[in-house]
């Protein structure tokens, strides 16, 4: 084993106290330089190393090390704790409560606890190696071990990291928060295991920016201090919140726990702030690029939904456009694209009104992301008819689980219509049934037997009109889906009311509209074949 192995005594407590004191400020410590260590056996070499030597090392001397490393351990595994906590559980449907609190209890934190304390009694020993100490302090035959294993914790590090950025952009999503993209599910069981392309290459991008411009570790460990300090502070804000609002503690209880936890976590803030100009400025960049983009993009659709749900068509503005004659029902099945699930898009008159022509069939189709895994064929579509029944306008909900597959166009065609015949047949049935209940309700005046008689005598007769009315709409949905299915798709161009303000003239003119343009496409991600899709053009002023 080296001399740095054999850790020999040397005279003189006090002077070489001295002289660590001075190297360290001399060499400035690196905390991003010790940060290499994140595995279970990673330290297995300075672990044996400090337990065989003990007997050689000063009782004071090894007082001094246990406090300098309880500092140590205070801020790195606090740090990492959090950071890698936040990463795996945060609704990623990875690992439960349990299982992180005996992994990190029985561990994790005696490893590092082991692992510090091993660096930290080598730095005691031989200052001039802080810039350094991981891999110097490892015993020569565990030199490569060690390097294959921390290779592969930098990259199960790595990957945690990119998991939750994965688990926050699909909850954005769902929210409406960010453009649209491609979203993986890589489990049926955990809904928060999620891949997606796009923020895979984005991030491949950015790794490689970050190392080219900061060149040293050192510079990416202010980065990632600002980082981790800054989401414990916003975590204690939001618990407490929720303290507040849904747990409703006692007020003394969350003011104790705020001013606690807060104060020492601000402390660690402005601290690490001190390094804004070294690298600090690079997450808080990141966020506030990130936040802009979900901002712009939630504030411009929550205006376009707002703009439809206010805009929406009644019933009778419906009856007053189909009953035009200038408007011509042809045959066919027209399937138009809302997100609405209540009342008609304005878009719908909008398109009479340029094209004076409709399906013989008008079904107005919603679909919804739901949060389970898979949504049973025979509960996926759900349907309403629209008033007045005679136009034959139908309203369908089609709900898709995070593991569904979106149909081909053909499927999709035969699931909906075979659906819509049952709905047809089920509501005539409804009807027929509601209408036989009044009839046979027992007068309370005997003379009206009579006419009792007469009305259970017809309501046979209107039971089986009800059903051949029934087969006869069904049959008329079937030669209509014969003529052919069409999908109308609103292509609504949002822009900025003329009176506006500059602000919102930008963001909704200039920033969502390149966000719009440069994103994934609705009609790709709804599969709608290119030769029967008619886009109808409308222009949303928000």
């Known amino acids: 084993m080296s001399e740095k192995g054999n850790f020999e005594e040397e005279g003189g407590g006090e002077e070489r106290g001295t002289q660590v004191q001075n190297n360290l400020k001399e060499k400035k410590l690196s905390w991003g330089k010790l940060r290499r260590v994140d595995s279970l056996n990673l330290e297995a070499g ?51 409560v349990r299982a992180i609190q005996l992994s990190f209890s029985c561990i994790t934190l005696p490893s590092l606890l082991a692992a510090y304390s091993g660096q930290a009694a080598f730095l005691s020993k031989f200052p001039n190696e802080v810039a350094d100490t991981f891999y110097a302090s ?65 991030l491949m991008v950015a790794c490689v920016i970050v190392c080219v411009a900061f060149q040293t570790t050192e510079n990416i460990g202010h980065a990632y201090g600002i980082a981790v300090v800054a989401v414990m502070v916003m975590t204690t804000f939001m618990i407490t919140l929720i303290m507040l ?14 001013a606690v936890f807060s104060l020492v976590e601000l402390v660690y803030l402005s601290s690490v702030l001190y390094k804004f100009k070294e690298g600090g400025y690079l997450p808080l960049a990141l966020a506030f690029f990130l936040v802009t983009i979900m901002g712009i ?31 011509n029902r042809i045959p066919g099945i027209g399937l138009l694209y809302s997100e609405l699930v209540q009342g008609i898009p304005p878009i719908f008159p909008h398109f009479i009104a340029n094209v004076p022509s409709a399906h013989s069939v008008l079904v107005f189709v919603s679909i919804k992301l739901i949060p389970i895994s898979k949504v049973a064929l025979e509960e996926r579509f759900l349907f309403r008819q629209v008033e007045p029944r005679e136009y034959r306008m139908f309203r369908c909900i089609v709900r898709y689980g995070y593991n569904d597959p979106i149909e081909e166009s053909q499927e999709f065609e035969r699931q909906l219509v075979e ?70 798709l609103g292509e609504a161009e949002v822009v900025a009311e003329p009176n506006s303000s500059f602000f919102n003239k930008m963001v909704v003119n200039y920033a969502y509209s390149f966000l719009r343009k440069n994103f994934r496409d609705g009609k790709k991600v709804l599969a709608i074949p290119r030769t029967r899709l008619v886009k109808v053009g409308m222009t949303y002023e928000i």
Request: with cysteine; glycine share 4%; net charge neutral.
């Open 297 to 327: 993009w939630h504030y411009a659709q929550r205006q376009r939904y707002i703009f439809e749900l206010n805009n929406k068509v009644s019933s009778e503005s419906i009856k007053g456009l189909i009953s035009d004659r200038n408007v």
């Open 245 to 258: 609002v849904i747990w409703r503690t006692r007020l003394s209880l969350v003011v104790l726990f705020f």
């Open 419 to 488: 659906n819509m015949k049952e709905f047809i047949r089920q509501e005539h049935a409804f009807r027929q049934r509601v209408t036989n209940d009044e009839s046979l309700i027992e007068p309370e005046n005997p003379q009206h037997s009579t006419i009792s008689a007469a009305s259970a005598s017809s309501s046979d007769q209107t039971a089986h009109t009800s059903v051949q009315g029934a087969e006869d709409e069904v049959q008329f949905v079937q030669k209509a889906m014969e003529r052919g299915v069409v999908y109308l």
């Open 46 to 96: 300075n672990v044996s190393m400090s337990a065989s030597h003990t007997s050689k090392v000063r009782i004071i001397s090894t007082l001094q090390v246990l406090n300098n490393c309880i500092i140590v351990l205070f801020y790195l595994i606090g740090f990492r704790r959090h950071a890698g906590t936040e990463a795996m559980f945060a609704d990623l449907g990875h690992f439960n």
């Open 138 to 202: 490892i015993p020569d035959p565990l030199y490569w071990p060690t390097f294959v294993i921390a290779v592969a914790a930098a990259i199960i590090a790595s990957q945690a990291m990119i998991s939750g950025a994965f688990a926050i952009i699909s909850q954005s999503l769902t929210l409406n928060c960010f453009p649209r993209v491609k979203v993986v599910h890589t489990s049926a069981k955990y809904e928060g295991q999620v891949y997606i392309p796009e923020v895979n290459y984005m």
